[in-house]
């Protein structure tokens, strides 16, 4: 069975600090995608990445960053110099159909991530 | 077109009523799903529509509810004889082939 687990329920942290996300998943299927979405309080899911299992390299976009480590089933993500806007919770994950006839997102519990001034 | 649009926003209903949501997905997507968010979860899929061909349902989706998308636009949740437990946050997201799922800002059900 495929599983996303994000162990961190709630992380607070001082504006400029840097703060890591993590994201552990399970699944059988030697093909898949991870996903994070940051939700916030207004509700709507905003899409901030898609990674499949055959590329590995590590990706930057701005403060942000992901690291996909097949070794560890882990696709964490780091933001860097943390700002009051990035407050918010933070989604990752998978799909192992992605393309075919099932679309579903399997997602973990999330994690809270509270940015103080 | 600026993104999934969600309808209605905010929906109390009592106990054993009917209530119908719509979802008008980004133009010319072709795929549509929606989920389900209940408080500190995430997302949870319920029924997937590629066109107007309704592809796949979740066990999550008891027979109270039923998802159509008629003309392969937009797509309405209906469930029927509400129960406190349809208490959540139901969200639609849309696609194109196989590009990312952009989602809407979903439908907050209260059911009193």
């Known amino acids: 069975a495929q599983k996303v687990t994000q162990a961190q329920t709630e992380i607070s942290v001082v504006e400029k600090e840097d703060v890591t996300l993590d994201c552990v998943y399970e699944?059988?299927?030697?093909?898949?995608?991870l996903f994070w979405y940051k939700q916030p309080p207004s509700g709507e899911l905003v899409f901030l990445i898609r990674?499949?299992?055959?590329?590995?390299q590590n990706e930057i976009s701005g403060r942000y960053s992901w690291n996909f480590q097949k070794s560890t089933s882990s696709f964490n993500f780091t933001i860097t110099a943390s700002q009051v806007v990035d407050s918010a919770v933070y989604f990752c994950?998978?799909?192992?159909?992605?393309?075919?006839?099932?679309?579903?997102?399997?997602f973990g519990k999330g994690t809270k991530l509270s940015v103080k001034p | 077109d600026t993104g999934v649009s969600q309808n209605p926003r905010h929906k109390i209903t009592k106990r054993g009523q009917n209530v119908t949501f719509r979802c008008d997905p980004i133009?010319?997507?072709?795929?549509l799903y929606w989920y389900r968010q209940t408080l500190g979860q995430g997302p949870e899929f319920l029924t997937y529509?590629?066109?107007?061909?309704?592809?796949?349902k979740s066990r999550l989706l008891s027979d109270r509810f039923s998802a159509e998308r008629p003309k392969g636009s937009f797509s309405t949740l209906e469930i029927q004889r509400t129960e406190q437990g349809d208490s959540a946050m139901y969200l639609c997201?849309?696609?194109?082939?196989?590009?990312?799922?952009?989602f809407g800002q979903g439908t907050r059900l209260t059911v009193v």
């Open positions: 997201a849309s696609s194109r082939g196989k590009s990312e799922a952009f």
């Open positions: 699944t059988r299927d030697t093909t898949y995608y």
């Open positions: 990674r499949n299992s055959f590329d590995e």
């Open positions: 994950a998978l799909s192992d159909s992605y393309g075919g006839s099932q679309g579903n997102l399997i």
């Open positions: 133009s010319e997507h072709n795929r």
């Open positions: 529509f590629q066109n107007e061909a309704q592809l796949e």
